[in-house]
Structures are given as C-alpha cells and as structure tokens.
T-cell receptor
Framework: DQQVKQNSPSLSVQEGRISILNCDYT??????FLWYKKYPAEGPTFLIS?????DKNEDGRFTVFLNKSAKHLSLHIVPSQPGDSAVYFC??????????????FGQGTRLTINP | ETGVTQTPRHLVMGMTNKKSLKCEQH?????MYWYKQSAKKPLELMFV???????ENNSVPSRFSPECPNSSHLFLHLHTLQPEDSALYLC??????????????FGPGTRLTVL
C-alpha cells in the first residue's frame, strides 16, 4: 500500500511557463512534507518543504502548496528553466518507533523543460 | 570531499559473493540512513543509525547487514543476495534524528546488479 503517490510519471513544460507537480498521500499522521530533485547519476537533493500547520511555502521560483483536507500537495515552479529538468520526488515525514524521522517517498515525476 | 560520498558507484556480484557498500559523510551529522530504490518503485528506507546506534530496521532481510563504526561512516554488508536485490542503494545523513525540519542529504548511490 503506497502512502505517497505521484500519479504523473512524466511532465513536459515549455521554458518560461509554470510547472506543476502533484503528490497525494493517505496517512494523516504525516507532519512534514518535502520535495527532492534528482539529476541522473546524483543523489536526491532537498528542494523545499512545508509543515503540516501551513498551507503554502515559497522559496524563489518554487512554491509548495498543501491541502490537508484533500491530502494533496503540489510544487509550482515559475518560470520554468531548462536546468529544472530532473526527476522530482515528493516525500512525507512520519515518526518511527524510536522517534526517528522516516521519509516515505513517491515514485517521482520526470520533468522536462523544453526550450 | 564534501557532502555524502558512496563507494563503489557500480557493483556487479554473484549470488554467492560477499561485498560491502561504503558511505561517508563530511557534514558533521549524527544520523545516517540506507535507502533502496528498485526500478519503477519509490525509495524505501532500510536502516537508520543515530550516533552509531541502529534505531530503525525496516523489516530488511538478514542478507543485508549494516554497520556504523562511527558517525561519519556507514557500511552495508551484502551476502547471498538474490537477483531481485538489484537496485540503487542510497545513503543519506541528517544533523540529528529529526526534528521534522532535519533535512536529509543524499549520496550519489551505488548501482548494484546481482547476477
């Protein structure tokens, strides 16, 4: 049973336009949500996060929106740039038995920005 | 070296071999993690260590044996693996166990193929 889902395996967007990546989750105990970006042959790198007590967090061109009632979050990138082409992973944080933060990841969405 | 490094980057082994994956973090962090990413699947947490003590074992088969000799190094010892264990193995570290905002920093991964 997958607790974090990214239903779009790929997305193609024109340079300069807005990219919107979506993520759904099922576990209401998640208290923190993160987006990671991954280039080929590299590990995922942290991009932006949001606490469950907020509904929006903005950092430059990146904005994450959280809709708790719908158990849905989205990442907006505007304007999109060719360097944004990568795989984007949504992750949700929950506590393990001994208090360790456990990240549960979605399958990822491959974003391609076309010039 | 900076960040989180992993060696080797690629590994091919037979089912009767014994090999080890190495992770080293140069960030002064106290917590380290092993993740597995199989084809078409999300990253799955395997083990969590905090201050060299294992605090999380995510129902991983005993043919995977982690070792954390100090807070900067993490190993994953492999023996009698199966072809379905072929995957990308990612190491990560964080300052502590999690503060919800405790960002995890990932290494580039080891691509493992079991023949």
């Amino acid at each position: 049973d997958q607790q974090v889902k990214q239903n779009s395996p790929s997305l193609s967007v024109q340079e300069g336009r807005i990219s919107i990546l979506n993520c759904d989750y099922t576990n209401s105990m998640f208290d923190y949500f993160l987006w990671y970006k991954k280039y080929p042959a590299e590990g995922p790198t942290f991009l932006i996060s949001i606490s469950s007590i907020k509904d929006k967090n903005e950092d430059g061109r990146f904005t994450v929106f959280l809709n708790k009632s719908a158990k849905h979050l989205s990442l907006h990138i505007v304007p999109s740039q060719p360097g944004d082409s990568a795989v984007y992973f949504c992750a949700a944080s929950a506590r393990g038995i001994q208090g360790a933060q456990k990240l549960v990841f979605g399958q990822g969405t491959r974003l391609t920005i076309n010039p | 070296e900076t960040g989180v490094t992993q060696t080797p980057r690629h590994l091919v082994m037979g089912m009767t071999n014994k090999k080890s994956l190495k992770c080293e973090q140069h960030l002064g962090h106290n917590a380290m993690y092993w993740y597995k990413q199989s084809a078409k699947k999300p990253l799955e947490l395997m083990f969590v260590y905090s201050l060299e003590e294992r605090v999380e074992n995510n129902s991983v088969p005993s043919r995977f044996s982690p070792e954390c000799p100090n807070s900067s190094h993490l190993f994953l010892h492999l023996h009698t693996l199966q072809p379905e264990d072929s995957a990308l193995y990612l190491c990560a570290s964080s300052q502590d166990l999690g503060g919800v905002a405790d960002t995890q920093y990932f290494g580039p991964g080891t691509r493992l193929t079991v023949l």
